[in-house]
């Protein structure tokens, strides 16, 4: 993607629907560069710039995680928080199905299949959020309670 061009993608479909107003920020995407690349190459704390995780439970049902791009989540405590006896990463090509998202360009709005959605709570905490726009290469800025309201997400505290 040149540098300064806006894609449209189904996520930013669902943002323009929503009313919502963002900030587009392509940037040189890295083969599993993850959030630190991205927070590089747009000059903000890796804290701000939240990645969305496809996983799934134990009877195999996909959910997204949104989460601090320096954090982890604790699998053990969302399985716990959601009334499961596990709670893993999908492999890249389930979680792709599930999305219709390439891993590395996974938006939480705009998927191709409706998941629950659980976001780390204290991402409330941040004026404003980068998160995956739909495609390598491209995050959005907005703020954290724009992503509550367009994905009514289930707030939980499993950050490590």
Aim: glycine letters at 10%.
């Amino acid at each position: 993607m040149r540098k300064g061009k806006i894609p449209v993608t189904a996520a930013i479909r669902v943002l323009r629907a929503g009313g919502v107003s963002y900030t587009g920020h392509p940037y040189a995407y890295e083969e599993k560069g993850g959030t630190a690349v991205s927070a590089r190459e747009l000059a903000v704390s890796e804290h701000a710039v939240v990645k969305t995780l496809v996983m799934e439970d134990d009877r195999r049902r996909p959910l997204i995680v949104l989460m601090h791009g320096d954090r982890q989540v604790s699998t053990k405590e969302l399985a716990r928080r959601i009334g499961a006896r596990s709670v893993s990463p999908c492999a890249p090509e389930t979680a792709e199905r599930h999305s219709g998202y390439l891993v590395g360009g996974t938006s939480p709005f705009g998927t191709r299949h409706a998941m629950p959605v659980y976001m780390e709570e204290t991402i409330l905490d941040l004026p404003k959020i980068y998160i995956n726009g739909g495609r390598r290469g491209f995050l959005v800025g907005i703020s954290p309670g724009e992503a509550v309201r367009i994905l009514s997400p289930v707030l939980v505290r499993v950050a490590t």
